[in-house]
């Protein structure tokens, strides 16, 4: 089985980038798409971002399209989430997930998670 550990969170001002990465374990990790959700204090787990096992699809929350970006390297069992023109409303606990049905916004589908990693915009 898949675990997954994020790392790359911390303080950033508004308007600035932040990269996310999602290192994982397991020969088995080329074969899952991967995605990110974020949790922010009082809100459920919101969908970010998702790629697929290949790499070649990915899908994005409206709220963060044309700032984030997700990818992969199977090579190295990572996906990352480059963040730029980050906003307060940016903050939040941000997981990495992986299923083996293949690229989706929902959570329930995703079934190994992160311990996630806090990621905290400034204004």
């Known amino acids: 089985q898949v675990q997954l550990v994020e790392s790359g969170g911390g303080l950033v001002q508004a308007g600035g980038s932040l990269r996310l990465s999602c290192a994982a374990s397991?020969?088995?990790?080329?074969?899952?798409?991967v995605a990110w959700f974020r949790r922010s204090p009082g809100n459920g787990r919101d969908f970010v971002a998702a790629?697929?096992?290949?790499?070649?699809?990915?899908v994005y929350a409206d709220s963060v399209k044309g700032r984030f970006t997700i990818s992969r390297e199977n090579a190295k069992n990572t996906v990352y989430l480059q963040m730029n023109s980050v906003n307060v409303e940016d903050t939040a606990v941000y997981y990495c997930?992986?299923?083996?049905?293949?690229?989706?916004?929902?959570?329930?589908?995703?079934?190994?998670w992160g311990q996630g990693t806090q990621v905290t915009v400034s204004s």
């Open positions: 790629v697929s096992s290949s790499g070649g699809r990915t």
């Open positions: 997930a992986t299923n083996t049905v293949g690229i989706s916004r929902s959570d329930s589908l995703y079934d190994t």
């Open positions: 397991g020969r088995t990790f080329s074969t899952y798409a």
